[in-house]
């Protein structure tokens, strides 16, 4: 009977973990059939294909498992059902963890997911990325956080590229190398248990990927880890690093052992290994002889290998556990937020210049249009405002590729218990208040007085108080459709297009009486309408509008302000309802974004 193996952590003692497949088959079926029976119900409608089909497998404490196959095996589906990723109604019989039915949402909390693709904040250094994920999934706060980072590193071997930044593609960054441990790093800073890797050698060269597996070796071997990854042509000395190989055919288990016991099968069945061939890559050359060989076992196990575990109780977490309270969740992540924003120069240094310039630029072509009387002189600050409100509204919509950057890593992070959603909605929101407030001002100071508007410190204030109230609209409603949108391109298209329908009925190319009663809806939607009247009311309202005369006739006053805005059906109480309106907007939008992203968490869950 095999011991019980133990890793030290600090603040107790940790549990190992063994997991087992009996009988285990997942097959695909069509949504109709899977809503009204479940995919192993009753009969559907069509004959469903099956991924995998009666798998019997299991991973073991101080082992790596390697789970390996042709393309199209089932090895990834293998895997994800294995870290809880697959909903259970949609598989049949069972996974257990130490003998025990498996609890999806506990056991993700305790184990590491490592997939196949890297998703890292780029303009975030290497220390930094693991000192974040460890913040988020560890309770001891900062010193317990650095702790733990700096022994990650020094495992991993990324000492040497700590200050550096992880970077995307080949010309800037770490290597390809450097960058798969750092994903393996992410998930390994809580000290996981279980480790699951969706091909750790994929894109790396000979020397990388043995130095990947050496290091999980060695982490299994030393602190007793569940290691179980895929893997599709490895060499020589990597297959050394395997304890168990589960070897799947169209989604069949041939082979659930060890390399020595694969080999004797090979022998048992005449096969001779070429001595340049490895045994797992001669295996699957071979593999529909190993189907035909019914006189040996799949399950046998060699006379060298243990038979039976014991069984080890896990460890039981609050349903509601996450390691930091949500007010911790929303300063750490405004802080990783802040990191990315003053890196990223064409949300922030690019996105500053430009409102400073698009200000003095509009200042100078409306010089002094406040200035002057008359309809043409009306139209041309009418013209100015809503201009305006096009170029603030749309200037925000460059932040939609970092908005489906994030949510890529919001989904795997949340699913692994680091944070709540709601912390992530609130902390971005926060973050981008004072960041939107100086944009707005540095668009606001050189335009509104070069213009001519209003001439007093509380115009130009409130004139600063709609812009800024504008940029965060938009910035709302972007993020709210960057939740919904599955690209950037189909987010370009819709955001783009609801915009321009936003301008459409807010009134200033057709007036509301004019809109078709069952188009009016969109009127009131429109994020132009209430800054665009805002401008307005700020322009020709209150005792200073009132003596300002817009048309003359005969030597004297035809319409002063006050006149405009009633024929505009304007009051002027709605200079502040509509800030009220506008802030609901705000709140609405992010509420949305919030719900959408919950719903995705939620799928990604079930």
């Not at 056991?107 to 890292?120: E, H, K, N």
Request: glycine content about 8%.
């Amino acid at each position: 009977m095999a011991l019980e193996v133990k890793a030290p952590v600090s603040g107790g003692r940790k549990s190992s973990y063994r997991l087992e497949t009996r009988n285990l088959s997942y097959k695909l079926c069509s949504k109709f059939d899977e809503l009204n029976w479940g995919c192993f119900g009753r009969t559907p409608l069509r004959v469903p294909k099956f991924i995998l089909k009666d798998v019997n497998c299991e991973a073991r404490p101080g082992e790596i498992t390697a789970i390996a196959g042709p393309s199209g095996a089932g090895k990834t589906t293998l895997l994800d059902i294995l870290a809880g990723k697959v909903c259970p109604r949609e598989v049949s019989d069972q996974v257990l963890v130490n003998n025990r039915p498996m609890d999806a949402k506990h056991f993700r909390r305790i184990s590491g997911y490592v997939t196949q693709d890297d998703a890292l904040f780029p303009l975030l250094t290497v220390q930094e990325t693991l000192m974040y994920s460890a913040l988020l999934r560890l309770p001891g706060g900062q010193k317990e956080a650095a702790t733990r980072v700096k022994r990650l590193m020094k495992e991993l071997g990324l000492d040497h590229v700590a200050a550096s930044r992880i970077g995307e593609g080949s010309n800037w960054g770490i290597s390809g190398g450097e960058r798969r441990r750092v994903s393996i790093g992410v998930d390994l800073v809580h000290d996981p248990a279980v480790v699951l890797i969706d091909e750790p050698t994929s894109g790396l060269d000979s020397a990388s990927a043995l130095h990947v597996l050496t290091l999980l070796k060695s982490m299994a071997v030393n602190q007793g880890k569940t290691i179980i990854l895929t893997i599709h042509q490895p060499g020589f000395r990597i297959l050394e690093q395997f304890d168990r190989i589960v070897l799947l055919s169209n989604g069949f288990v041939m082979h659930n052992g060890s390399l020595h016991f694969l080999e004797e099968r090979l022998k048992f069945g005449g096969h001779h290994i070429p001595s340049h061939v490895n045994v797992l890559e001669f295996t699957i050359d071979v593999m529909e002889s190993l189907e035909d060989q019914n006189s040996v076992p799949l399950c046998l196990q060699s006379k060298h290998e243990e038979t039976c575990i014991m069984s080890i109780p896990q460890e039981k977490l609050p349903s509601c556990w996450y390691p930091n309270s949500a007010l911790q969740e929303v300063l750490i992540l405004g802080q990783r937020f802040c990191s990315n924003i003053f890196r990223t120069k064409q949300l922030f240094a690019t996105r500053i210049i430009q409102a400073l310039v698009a200000g003095l630029v509009l200042g100078t072509i409306f010089l002094n249009a406040g200035n002057e009387t008359g309809q043409v002189a009306l139209q041309t600050r009418i013209g100015f405002f809503a201009f305006s409100l096009t170029f603030l509204l749309s200037s925000t919509t460059e932040g939609l590729p970092i908005f489906l950057q994030e949510r890529r890593i919001l989904m795997r992070e949340t699913s692994k218990g680091a944070y709540r959603i709601s912390s992530y909605v609130l902390s971005n929101t926060l973050i981008f208040l004072p960041f939107l407030l100086l944009v707005g001002l540095l668009y606001s100071t050189p335009v509104y007085w070069l213009v001519g508007l209003r001439k007093d410190n509380a115009g130009f204030l409130y004139f600063s108080l709609v812009v800024w109230m504008v940029l965060l609209m938009s910035n709302s409603f972007v993020a709210c459709f960057s939740a919904l949108v599955p690209n950037f391109i189909m987010g370009t298209s819709v955001i783009s297009g609801l915009i321009g329908c936003f301008f459409l009925f807010s009134g200033y190319f057709i007036s509301k009486k004019n809109i078709p009663s069952y188009w009016i809806f969109m009127h009131y939607l429109s994020l132009f309408k209430y800054p665009f009247e805002c401008f307005l009311i700020n322009e020709y309202g209150g005792k200073q509008g009132s003596r300002r005369c817009i048309e003359i006739d005969k030597g004297g006053c035809n319409l002063d302000g006050s006149g405009f805005l009633k024929q505009q059906g304007l009051r002027e109480s709605q200079k502040w309802s509509n800030l009220g309106i506008m802030l609901s907007f705000i709140i609405g939008y992010r509420m949305l974004c919030f719900l959408i992203l919950w719903y995705r968490y939620y799928r990604l869950r079930r």
